[in-house]
Structure formats: structure tokens, C-alpha cells
């Protein structure tokens, strides 16, 4: 059977597992990442959002997520977010640095969050948007159009201007207008259209199709398909031959801007040696005492152990497959580590509910140096570190603090592993 | 349908992360993407085999769906099947038939190598070739050796047997890139592993990926009764093509429900690897002062090895590997021959000339040898096997 040596391995390419990776990589450590497939930060919106709503007024977008918490974690212990808020900024500016040596400038509102535009016309409070999202003159737009594709499903142009005039607050005099590209196909992915938009002539086309609707002071807002890497040089080239401010919006996956993070996290995690294997579930784990000495894992129908000095469990939740639901208990599937699962309903009635359910709070407890530990707070296995979607305590669809806990997180336990 | 067949397509979530790093889906519209045409199509399939559509001619066996579903679909072995229940139900041109038959082509070249070699550079034969036959007359043929790697390989007899392994060449090493054999030969030698060859037929994997896969199943059955012997008599089996290896190791099972339970194959660096990890890989590297970009075969990806030559090309004194990623290099063996793909495989292509360029590397190494024809047509630069940096960093 093949056996690999590391000092640190990550199971898991998510958000939380690449960042960590890159932090154990930046502290010179030897690195292998393995996961069951390409992770889900590819469906995700590529925006980082730390902390989206007041936690004294719920239903109001909150001015600064750093702030809020701050004021949450002295309340709420057992969130995620108290185990890391110590290096929080760092862990932030480690990631802008990280994404803009590979292609991928990342920027900050001008106070606290964004209030970015979706597909739906909604707004997104974020606090990290890639720089062709930042749509810092919305706000004060006097014309703002709104283009779509022929042939491009899941965007509708007038789904969100008509949504929009309510949901953001727009200049009186504001004029909403669409419009409707034609490329000349039938049908188009978001992948096989961003990869037609890298060519200059078929940007060229749209550049003609777009010029004899341009107005004074206009924002245009397009969905997220302005090339298929770090995008800014499709972007500029589009900004350029029309002397307007041109943004992309969130859209639902599968979108670029994901793709484009994670491509640029794998990029750097690739030049810095770490290794990766995908399609590789790890299967089973050796204990010793309080160690895991090595585990083993399955993929292309042969097997490996791979020994290492640290773990770092980075497998997410129901969705990533890091967590199980059986009738009565949750298991953790690779170490079935212990899960805190809340005594009272699993899920709230009501499926949108404000509160959120239950159920997205269950994971796994740490302590500040995100090793497991039980309900009387001892130290599970001792060279584990969990981060991201595995921990307990985070309302992340209620919260908007899923991408910004996997990035302290995971950030955290990359400087903590790179010290042992 | 069955309840198995039921679990297999139940685990898509239609999550579509396969369609988005499907490298062919991203430049045509042809190929209606790993996803439709594998899980979403096979329900219709399974329960009427004609309701297969023909846009799967286009898909190109990378593998890049199954390497990135994170549910564990094996959406390749349903489009693989689904492409054999295609050519035969509808057949396939002569040309596939002849294209796919590697191992054939080899051994007529026999007759006159380099007869075959000048033939294939005359250009009015090469635009004859594609009208008539449909095989591009723009992409780069590969060169056939003037002697196989069979006939090249002489046995050694080593005073201290180390180890002792199955070398398994594939047919592009054999007939037409004999130096990656023998450097390799070389590298075990120095390390006092016998090394044993055998005429084997060609793994199969070009013959599969043109939908022919009775003729396929056949190649797979005599070769695993060969390999289970070998591997009784405690030879350790190795490739240095990531393809051959695939299909050895997995493909035989997973396509045809062969038993392979009785042997195991390796990346020729995977074995290098484990001498690694044992302490007993030799250190007496001369330095090597090259900036070299690895590109990784999609087939290596698939074989969930991760980048077995990493380990040992970074202990080389002078040597910088840099890995090009830059996705699949869209030559998919016979696939980019064929009139039609050419330009497809060409566009999947440009990111390696795009990132070559960027970084500005001395020289191209990868183990796949289609690949390293491919990247040879991209960007005019010698490619050679990361095997081949290794012996000279021996001096071998």
C-alpha cells in the first residue's frame, strides 16, 4: 500500500481548508490536502461575508461587522467566532494578500459592509467583494443598466431592476434600464460564456451591442461572467472601450466569481509545493492515546495511509459530507469526533424562518486552539484542529458569516500547526 | 434499473461543479457537459439504451468529473459505457476503428520507422488524410523510434537485488519514446532493483475511449492474467504512463467488473516514493540547473496519486519545479487527431501555452506522453518525462 509522510494534512478544499493550508505552507511546513472532490467554495458567491445583520435589530444590514462581533463573541462563547477573533484582522489581510498575488484584488467598503446588488434584485450586506463587484457608485448612479444574455439561464435583467428600485435605496431620479446581449447562441453556461469574453473579439462584439445604450453618469451591472480567472483584464477592457463603470452582481452557482477564488487559492497553495489530491475520502484513523498518528485514505480504487504530525479537519457539514444525520444523532465521518447537538427540534416549523434551524448550529467544540473537545471540555485527539462548517455554535445562513468563519478559522489553525 | 444503479445516480445532488471544470464543456457547445450527459442522461439509459445521445462523441475520457465530484459519482464509467452503447448501437467511422489501434499502428511502423516518420510530415498526404479519413492534417504526429524499448532493454544482473519490479511500458514508451523506459531501467538499476519487462498487449485505453469496448475487455482480460502472475511472484508492477496505469488499475474493474484484486500498479515515482520513505533512495544528485513547469496529467489526477514526482525532483540540487496548472492539455489521445476535435483540443489548450509563456520556463516535463506531444504542438519545445531529469540528475 503507497504511504505518505507530512507535517500537516488538511482533509478538505473548502474555504477553511485552503486557507489553512496556505498559513501552514507560509510557515514552512510540509503540506498535503485531500478531499473527496473540488470543494464548495467554487459555489460559492465569492464575496467574504463576515457578519451581515445588527444583533440588536435583526432585520437591519449592520454598519460594522467587526464591531458586531466583537459585542456577539462577550455573549456567545461557544461561537466560532470567540476562538478566533484574536487574529480575525489578520486572518483578513493575509487573505487580500494571498488573492492579489494571484490575479484576485479583494476590497473593503468604504465603512464596514457592502450592500451589494444580486441577481434578484436584493441586496447583500458583504464585507470582502472582489474588486469587480465593488460597485461603489450605485449608490449615487443616475442611470443604471442592466444587461443579460440570450441563451444564459438564472439571470433576468428585469427581475432585479424591478426588484432593486425596492430594496435599494437608489437616487429618485435614478433610471433603470435592461438590456439583452446577443452572442448569437442558443444556449450558454456561465463557464463556456466567461471563456468567450476572454477573447477580444467577441468582447468587441458586445462592446458595439452596448454603445448606442450608454448615458450620463451610468453604472452597468452584468452578471458574473466577465472571464474565467482573475477577471480584471476582461473588466478594464470592457470599462475602458465604454467609459462607464461596469460591475458584475452575485448570482446562484455555478458562478465565476467562486471558481475564480478557488482557482487563485490553488493556485498559490501549488506554487508554494503543497501537495493535493482530490477525489480521496479518508476512510479510517489510527489512534494512539491522544494522537492520530495516521489515517487512511480511498480514492481511484486503491488505498493510501498518509502519517502526519498535524491534522486539520476541513470536510464542512450535512452539505460537504463532514457530518451525517441519523435518526436521533449526527456523526462526525472521520473521526466521529463529538458532536453538540442541541436537546430541543432539529429544525424550525417554518423554513425561512428569521431564527434559522437549529440543526445549522450542531458541529463540533473547540477550545481556543480548535482542538475538539467533549462536553466536559477535555481534549479529544490532541493534533486535530477542526475549522470552518465542522464547528458548532454558527447560524451561518441566519449570520452571513460562513465564508468569514471558515477564513479565521482556518487561517488560525494554519499559524497554530506551523508552530508545532 | 437496479437499486445499485439507483444509489449511483441519487448521490448527483446536480451540484454542477463536474460542468464547471469540465475542460471541453468550457469551449464548445457541442459537448453537452459531464453532468447531462452522465447522471442525468443514464436514468433514460438505463431503462432504454438507445435514448443515448451523440453529443458524448465529444466528451474526451479527461476524467476531471469524477476527480472533482465531491459526492463520489462516477460519471466518467457512465459516459465511457454510454459512448460504447453509442458506436454499438450506430458504429464508428474507420477512422476510430484505426486510430484507436495504437498498439497496431506500432508494430506496422515496424516495417520502416522512418519511412512512417517522413510520410507523416509529407503535407499534401496529411491534407489527403483528412479528407479522406477525418484525421487532422495539422496536428503533430508523433515520431515512431527506430528501434522499441523491447528490443532496446537489456536485462541486468544485479549483485545485490534490492527489490525486483514489473516494468509496464505502454505503447508510446515501446514504439515511439523508448528513452523514458530505458532511463528509467537506468534509475532502478542504480538502486540494485531488477527490473523485468514482457510483451503485453497495449493497455486499451485508446480503444475504450473510442467506444469500443468488447474489443477492450478482451485486451484487459489477457493482460490480467499476466499481471496476477507477476504480481504472484512478488514483482511489484509499475508504469510510467499515468494513462496505462489508470486503466490497469482501475478502468478493468470499474468498466468491465474484472477482478484486479490480485495486483496493484504503480506510478514508477510512486515506487520511488516508497524508497523514499524507506531511507533507501540515493542521494548522489549532481546539481541540475533548470527551471523547469510540470504539468499533470489528467489521468494522473484521476489516479489519486497527487504528484508523486514532487518529492524527489525537490531534493535535486539547482533543479526549481514549478507546477504549470493549467488544467488539461486537451489532446485526450486520439481525441485531438480526429478532424472535428482538433480545434477543440486546441482551444482546451491554450492555457498551457499561456501559462509556459508566463512563466518563462527552461523546459516542459510531464509523464503523460500524449501530453507531452501536445505541449511539443503548443509551444515548439522539447517535453520530456520527469523520469528523464532524474537519471540525469544520477548522471546515469
Known sequence: ?420 | MTQGDRVALDNCIKCSICVSHCPVARVTDKFAGPKQNGPDLERFRLEEPAAVHPSIGYCSNCKTCDVVCPSGVSISVMNCKAKGEYVSLHGAPLRDKLLCRVEMMGKMSRLAPSLVNVLGGIKPLRILGEMVMGVSSKMTLPQYAPKTFLQLYKPQSLANCKGKVLYYPGCYVNYNNPEVGLALVKVLNHHNIEVMVDQFECCGLPIIANGFLDVAKGHAERNIQKLKKYAAEGYQIITTCPSCNLTLGRDYHELFDLDTSEYSVMDAFEYLDQLLEQGELKTDFCNVSLKLGYHQPCHLKAAGSGVPSLAILQRIPGLQVQDLDAGCCGLSGSYGFKKEKYPISQEIGQNITRAVQEMAVDQVITECGMCQLQIFHLTHQEVIHPIQILARAYKL
Not at chain 1, 118 to 123: E, K, R
Not at chain 1, 171 to 195: F, H, V
Not at chain 1, 208 to 235: C, D, F, N, Y
Not at chain 1, 243 to 264: D, K
Request: hydrophobic share 40%; charged share 20%.
Open chain 1, 1 to 420: 500500500m503507497m504511504k505518505k509522510n507530512t507535517d500537516v494534512l488538511i482533509i478538505g478544499a473548502g474555504l477553511s481548508g485552503l486557507m489553512a493550508a496556505a498559513k501552514a505552507a507560509d510557515s514552512g511546513k510540509k503540506v498535503l490536502l485531500v478531499a473527496k472532490g473540488m470543494g464548495a467554495l467554487g459555489l460559492s458567491s465569492g464575496c467574504i461575508d463576515l457578519w451581515g445583520y445588527s444583533l440588536d435589530h435583526p432585520e437591519e444590514i449592520c454598519q460594522d461587522p467587526v464591531q458586531e462581533i466583537i459585542k456577539m463573541v462577550a455573549a456567545q462563547k461557544d461561537h466560532p467566532y470567540a476562538k478566533v477573533w484574536d487574529v480575525l484582522e489578520e486572518s483578513l489581510s493575509f487573505f487580500q494578500q494571498i488573492c492579489s498575488q494571484n490575479g484576485l484584488a479583494y476590497e473593503v467598503a468604504e465603512k464596514g459592509n457592502w450592500l451589494l446588488p444580486t441577481a434578484l434584485g436584493t441586496v447583500r450586506p458583504t464585507y470582502l467583494a472582489p474588486a469587480g463587484m465593488a460597485a461603489r457608485e450605485l449608490p449615487r448612479a443616475k442611470n443604471i443598466l442592466v444587461m443579460g444574455f440570450q441563451g444564459l439561464k438564472d439571470f433576468y435583467p428585469e427581475v432585479l431592476t424591478t426588484n432593486l428600485k425596492n430594496n435599494m435605496n437608489l437616487p429618485a431620479d435614478c433610471q433603470l434600464t435592461t438590456l439583452m446581449l446577443d452572442l448569437g447562441k442558443i444556449e450558454l453556461s456561465p463557464n463556456n460564456l466567461a471563456y468567450l469574453l476572454e477573447k477580444d473579439e467577441v468582447l468587441q462584439r458586445l462592446v458595439s451591442q452596448i454603445k448606442p445604450h450608454l448615458a450620463e453618469e451610468m453604472v452597468i451591472l452584468m452578471p458574473p461572467v466577465l472571464g474565467e480567472r482573475g477577471h480584471t483584464k476582461v473588466l478594464l477592457n470592457l470599462v475602458e472601450s465604454l467609459g462607464v463603470q461596469v460591475y458584475e452582481v452575485t448570482n446562484i452557482p455555478p458562478s465565476l466569481p467562486g471558481q475564480r477564488l478557488q482557482q487563485a487559492l490553488l493556485h498559490h497553495l501549488k506554487k508554494q509545493s503543497v501537495e493535493i489530491i482530490l477525489g480521496c475520502t479518508v476512510i479510517g484513523t489510527t489512534v494512539l492515546g491522544e494522537h492520530c498518528t495516521e489515517v487512511l485514505a480511498e480514492g481511484s480504487g486503491k488505498n493510501l495511509t498518509i502519517a502526519a504530525k498535524s491534522i486539520i479537519l476541513a470536510t464542512g457539514s450535512f452539505l460537504g459530507g463532514g457530518m451525517e444525520a441519523q435518526p436521533g444523532k449526527v456523526i462526525e465521518t472521520v473521526f466521529h469526533l463529538p458532536i453538540k447537538v442541541l436537546d430541543e427540534k432539529w429544525s424550525a416549523k417554518e423554513f425561512l424562518s428569521l431564527e434559522g434551524h437549529p440543526f445549522s448550529k450542531f458541529g463540533i467544540e473547540v477550545n481556543n486552539h480548535l482542538q475538539p473537545v467533549n462536553s466536559q471540555g477535555e481534549v479529544v485527539i490532541k493534533n486535530i484542529r477542526v475549522i470552518g462548517a465542522n464547528l458548532a455554535g454558527a447560524n451561518y445562513p441566519i449570520e452571513k458569516c460562513g465564508n468569514g468563519v471558515a477564513l479565521a478559522t482556518g487561517y488560525k489553525a494554519g499559524k497554530l500547526v506551523g508552530e508545532v
